[in-house]
């Protein structure tokens, strides 16, 4: 099958940019990493200390606003979710993230910045068999009006997402991905993330989206979309949820192999999702490419359908979207 062994960058690129948060300056680097790594990010201190954590759902550390990696000595990055969705979408096992700061910066909002620097960096095909975990059997989880399950798949991975706002501009919208590079590539790697301007000035208020702005963000009042330069896609609300999507289930550690759904969903709902398929050892294995069945020809993803209703919180808000 194509991409059968494990993929890592052939050399280092560097993005340079702001928290969405912390709205500090950031530079993060990208670079090889051996067979079997991982992604593992590297968080630069005072002095030169380092401190390194294992991009796995067991360090996740918080979903409130975002996906947060840590350890017992507390949080070392945020927003994480943007460079592994683009390392993951574009078919990498193995990589460093090297940070020098509290938080991935939020570039465009999207994950094409981060596209374009693996794209420079390049792609180095390594010696061992690329490892999958493969879904055994559905794993639902219900958190309020959130619902999420992964499910067998017999061709890849497979996302479909649903959001519903109160927001009339967003309403209720639906996105599905069958994912490969050309898919992620072309579909969502360049939607943004979202938000409600009210919901923005709220979080300035409480310390929190300090560097957001119309650079980075899709911003809608009760009437209209407040970017002068339009929407990417039709339905990039939708699209960039199936991006968060890809980025936190990459903390599986390895591909998945199944179908993830989830309605209302958000960080949190994801989060959940994966930590109770991986507390089933029943209903996962890993297996390796060799034993994989080949993949049908690529099916471009669904185009997402504006529907109406719902109440669900911004992207970058408390997680409950």
């Not at 991905?177 to 409480?206: H, K, Q, Y």
Request: a negative charge; one cysteine or more.
């Amino acid at each position: 099958m194509k991409f059968s062994r494990q993929t890592t960058l052939r050399s280092q690129a560097t993005v340079i940019g702001v928290g969405v948060h912390s709205g500090l300056p950031v530079s993060l680097t990208i670079g090889p990493a051996s067979i079997d790594a991982g992604f593992i990010f590297v968080r630069s201190g005072p002095g030169g200390c380092e401190r390194e954590v294992e991009a796995t759902a067991g360090s996740v550390i918080s979903t409130e606003f975002a996906t947060v990696l840590g350890d017992r000595d507390g949080p070392l990055v945020s927003t994480a979710e943007h460079v592994l969705a683009a390392l993951r979408g574009m078919g990498i096992d193995n990589a460093t993230i090297e940070i020098d700061g509290p938080e991935v910066p939020i570039m465009d909002g999207s994950a094409a910045p981060f596209v374009a620097a693996i794209d420079q960096a390049g792609i180095f095909t390594q010696s061992a068999p690329r490892r999958f975990i493969q879904v055994l059997k559905r794993v639902p989880v219900t958190l309020g009006e959130a619902f999420g399950e992964l499910r067998p798949h017999s061709d890849g991975f497979r996302a479909e997402v649903e959001i519903d706002f109160a927001n009339p501009v967003i309403g209720r919208q639906q996105f599905s991905l069958d994912l490969t590079p050309e898919n992620f590539r072309r579909d969502i790697c360049r939607a943004r993330t979202f938000g409600c301007m009210n919901d923005v000035a709220r979080l300035w208020s409480a310390g929190f989206a300090l560097g957001a702005s119309f650079e980075n963000s899709i911003v809608f009042d009760e009437e209209r979309l407040l970017n002068t330069e339009g929407l990417r896609y039709a339905d990039e609300c939708a699209r960039h949820k199936v991006l968060d999507v890809v980025g936190d289930l990459a903390l599986a550690g390895l591909p998945l192999l199944g179908a993830y759904r989830s309605v209302r969903g958000g960080h949190k709902l994801n989060h959940a999702v994966l930590t109770a398929l991986m507390a089933d050892r029943s209903a996962w294995r890993v297996v390796e490419a060799e034993q994989v069945p080949a993949r049908r020809p690529s099916v471009h993803a669904e185009r997402g359908r504006a529907l109406v209703g719902g109440m669900i919180a911004p992207a970058y808000g408390p997680d409950v979207s």
